[in-house]
């Protein structure tokens, strides 16, 4: 199945070459437009200080809930020359992973979770988390973003104490002029699909509309394209924003998955 004359726009960052090299090769025309671009955390301190929590044993589980998080935390203890502890105090605790990216994060290290949860959500970490003995228990939880008050409240409600850290933040990459020129191209129904990867690419771009009071062509243009969210979280966030969703791979972020959904959708 070609997709020979369909013009597909990203708004992934990291691994947006990756993508659009898959999607090329099946005769799409790629629009790259990257929303965002990850950052080490301004506080690079509060991260270090965690991983020597971690490190002197102070938790007995530690919850990944991204990859991304995973190897920004590695970064630092590589910085800080703990690299090597801080992956032996991860095999001393129960680990928790929220999805498919931070098992193959951790499988890069040697290391397995001792439970993957029921669904990559948050819902899905809470459920897996029943499953364990949290009453006084220390757990490290490393965030995506700066705060998760069902997943902490949860913590509470079992007893359980919370240590968060934000490993990485986001920054906008493409400029609202950029943004812009995709918005006014959807509208004009030259772009076929877009395909967001994270909930704060579909964040940047609502905030882009607002800001050159372009909500009403966004909308159009959203009406006309083949929205593909890579997972439920990034699904759920564009349910929130009444974006229809056409293509959702069923096994979370895999790229040759998220292609085959992709062709299925917009092939020739």
């Not at 102070?58 to 800080?80: D, N």
């Not at 809470?126 to 409240?153: H, K, M, R, W």
């Amino acid at each position: 199945m070609s997709l020979n004359g369909r013009t597909i726009a990203l708004a992934e960052g990291r691994q947006i070459e990756e993508l659009a090299e898959m999607l090329e090769k099946d005769g799409a025309a790629i629009l790259r437009c990257p929303m965002l671009s990850i950052l080490d955390h301004p506080n690079s301190n509060a991260v270090t200080a965690w991983l020597r929590e971690l490190i002197a044993g102070r938790f007995s589980h530690v919850i990944l809930l991204t990859g991304e998080g995973l190897r920004r935390l590695l970064a630092c203890a590589e910085r800080e020359e703990i690299r090597e502890p801080f992956i032996g105090a991860l095999r001393r605790v129960r680990i928790i992973t929220r999805g498919p990216k931070p098992v193959q994060a951790l499988k890069a290290i040697g290391l397995a979770p001792t439970r993957i949860a029921s669904a990559p959500t948050t819902d899905g970490v809470i459920v897996t988390l029943a499953q364990e003995s949290l009453s006084g228990a220390e757990v490290g939880v490393q965030f995506y973003c700066e705060t998760n008050p069902p997943l902490t409240d949860y913590l509470a409600s079992v007893g359980a104490i919370a240590h968060p850290v934000l490993p990485y933040v986001y920054a906008p990459s493409a400029d609202s002029e950029r943004v812009a020129d995709l918005i006014e191209r959807m509208a004009e129904g030259k772009v076929d699909g877009l395909v967001f990867t994270s909930s704060p690419q579909i964040d940047r771009l609502f905030e882009v509309a607002a800001e050159l009071k372009q909500e009403e062509l966004l909308d159009q243009g959203l009406r006309r394209v083949k929205v593909a969210a890579v997972g439920p979280i990034v699904k759920e966030k564009l349910l929130e924003k009444k974006v229809r969703v056409d293509i959702t791979p069923e096994q979370g972020f895999v790229m040759k998955n998220l292609v085959q959904h992709i062709k299925r959708a917009l092939g020739n």
